[in-house]
């Protein structure tokens, strides 16, 4: 981690990084967090081995492990995110894991990545520390830790939850989320998985659902290690390639419709929204079904 951080942080961001090595892997915490000093010795004394089972939190992705609790000596409600490469996947895919892990480390980057949005004031998670556990080759894990987001839970689930209740499936905030992800383009930020389980909306009174610029609703981001920023933007080349990462958000195509006007404002022209189409439906990606097929299969 160190070696990358070298070369992979900008000199903006150094100052709010405090890296360090320990005995099992190096560590890199948020300066200036709260409880800076019983966070590293947490680290250092290897407390997260001994993490409770019963914290653990229920992810469709198998690529982490996630756990909710409060972080001794300090008061936090932290999330710890681990990388791992899960003993469910076929053995070749455990390996690409490994090998990907040497030059991009996911822990790292999503720290790194959620310090960029804080700087441009993106709400997002706050990260605490993240750090490497290598006792040998074989065992290599990555962590994150930062706090927990009070939410009522993300966009997709919210979505789903309507749809069981009323057969509808209609996205919440719709409109704030294409201001959003609007702001995210025109800052020259990028995320590359636009889907709608990586944004948390908070408990209601929080200003979600107002579409006032004035007073922008806190609709967070979240699964930072997809988060980069783009050093050039060619207009006509980056709207297609933006337009095409919003088929990920998956809404209906009266949403599909709405989003995409709110997204381009007065840039809109049907010729967009017949371009979102495209890219949203299945002639766009027809190898998307023979993925499906092989992780149902397990080879995957």
Same mark, same amino acid.
Request: aromatic residues 12%.
């Given at each position: 981690?160190?070696?990358?951080?070298?070369?992979?942080? /900008?000199?903006?961001?150094?100052?709010?990084?405090?890296?360090?090595?320990?005995?099992?892997?190096?560590?890199?915490?948020?300066?200036?967090?709260?409880?800076?000093? %019983?966070?590293?010795?947490?680290?250092?004394?290897?407390? @997260?081995? =001994?993490?409770?089972?019963?914290?653990?939190?229920?992810?469709?992705?198998?690529?982490?492990?996630? $756990?909710?609790?409060?972080?001794?000596?300090?008061?936090?409600?932290?999330?710890? /995110?681990?990388?791992?490469?899960?003993?469910? $996947?076929?053995?070749?895919?455990?390996?690409?894991?490994?090998?990907?892990?040497? @030059?991009?480390?996911?822990? %790292?980057?999503?720290?790194?990545?959620?310090?960029?949005?804080?700087?441009?004031?993106?709400?997002?998670?706050?990260? #605490?520390?993240?750090?490497?556990?290598?006792?040998?080759?074989?065992?290599?894990?990555?962590?994150?830790?930062?706090?927990?987001?009070?939410? +009522?839970?993300?966009?997709?689930?919210?979505?789903?939850?309507?749809?069981?209740?009323?057969?509808?499936?209609?996205?919440?905030?719709? %409109?704030?989320?294409?201001?959003?992800?609007?702001?995210?383009?025109?800052?020259?930020? !990028?995320?590359? =998985?636009?889907?709608?389980?990586?944004?948390?909306?908070?408990?209601?009174? =929080?200003?979600?659902?107002?579409?006032?610029?004035?007073?922008?609703?806190? #609709?967070? +981001?979240?699964?930072? =290690?997809?988060?980069?920023?783009?050093? &050039?933007?060619?207009?006509?080349?980056?709207?297609?390639? %933006?337009?095409?990462?919003?088929?990920?958000?998956?809404?209906?195509?009266?949403?599909?419709?709405?989003?995409?006007?709110? $997204?381009?404002?007065?840039?809109? /022209?049907?010729? !967009?929204?017949? &371009?979102?189409?495209?890219?949203?439906?299945?002639?766009?990606?027809? !190898?998307?079904?023979? #993925?499906?097929?092989?992780?149902?299969?397990?080879? !995957?």
């Amino acid at each position: 981690m160190l070696a990358k951080l070298s070369f992979r942080i /900008k000199k903006t961001l150094s100052a709010d990084c405090v890296c360090k090595r320990y005995d099992h892997g190096t560590l890199l915490l948020r300066a200036g967090v709260e409880g800076q000093d %019983e966070i590293e010795r947490y680290i250092r004394d290897r407390a @997260f081995l =001994d993490v409770d089972e019963s914290n653990r939190i229920v992810t469709r992705n198998r690529r982490y492990r996630l $756990y909710m609790f409060p972080i001794p000596s300090t008061g936090i409600d932290a999330v710890m /995110k681990v990388s791992w490469d899960n003993p469910a $996947y076929p053995k070749w895919r455990r390996l690409v894991i490994r090998l990907a892990e040497v @030059f991009w480390d996911r822990s %790292e980057a999503a720290f790194l990545g959620a310090l960029t949005l804080l700087r441009a004031g993106v709400p997002t998670i706050k990260p #605490i520390a993240c750090w490497t556990y290598e006792p040998s080759f074989a065992g290599r894990e990555s962590y994150l830790l930062y706090e927990k987001i009070d939410a +009522v839970g993300s966009v997709r689930d919210l979505k789903l939850q309507t749809q069981q209740s009323t057969g509808s499936p209609e996205t919440p905030a719709v %409109e704030p989320l294409a201001h959003l992800v609007r702001d995210l383009h025109q800052q020259g930020l !990028w995320h590359h =998985d636009l889907s709608l389980s990586n944004f948390l909306l908070p408990h209601p009174g =929080d200003h979600v659902g107002q579409d006032d610029q004035n007073h922008p609703n806190p #609709i967070y +981001v979240i699964d930072t =290690d997809g988060v980069s920023e783009r050093r &050039f933007r060619w207009p006509l080349f980056s709207r297609i390639r %933006e337009i095409n990462a919003l088929r990920r958000l998956n809404l209906t195509p009266i949403e599909g419709e709405r989003f995409l006007r709110h $997204y381009l404002g007065s840039s809109y /022209k049907r010729s !967009w929204l017949l &371009f979102y189409r495209f890219c949203s439906s299945q002639f766009s990606r027809p !190898w998307r079904p023979l #993925i499906r097929s092989l992780k149902r299969a397990g080879c !995957w």
